[in-house]
């Protein structure tokens, strides 16, 4: 069973960093692809960030926030990691960790995929100016 637990979010000033979390079981840490997307206040849709590749760990961030966000993963912990610097408050967001099947995805994707797709409940990140 798929199992996604996102923490970390919060109230920071503009220029500030956040990490955050997102933990899984054994079982989705070792057959999905875990990747973060975002959906900002009002808008439609979900973007997205991150993604790990299960098999062999290789990352992919979307361009549009290369550069500030890193992603990692914690095998040990089953969770994986959200690294933002630099914030800005268009990175105000519900930030949600989705997994991806590996036996239907070869590789990380970075928009969601309806009917294939687990996704937590989200944590908040409010930038301030």
């Known amino acids: 069973q798929v199992q996604l637990v996102e923490t970390g979010g919060g109230l920071v000033p503009s220029g500030g960093s956040l990490k955050l979390a997102c933990t899984s079981n054994a079982f989705t840490f070792d057959y999905y692809h875990l990747g973060w997307f975002r959906q900002a206040p009002g808008k439609e849709g979900r973007e997205g960030v991150s993604c790990i590749d299960s098999v062999d760990g290789r990352t992919m961030i979307a361009d549009s926030v290369k550069g500030r966000f890193t992603t990692s993963r914690d095998r040990a912990k089953n969770t994986i990691y959200l690294t933002i610097n630099d914030l800005k408050p268009e990175d105000t967001s519900r930030y949600f960790c989705?997994?991806?099947?590996?036996?239907?995805?070869?590789?990380?994707?970075?928009?969601?995929?309806?009917?294939?797709?687990?996704w937590g409940q989200g944590t908040q990140v409010t930038v301030s100016s």
């Open positions: 989705r997994s991806l099947p590996r036996s239907r995805f070869g590789a990380c994707v970075l928009r969601p995929w309806s009917g294939y797709e687990w």
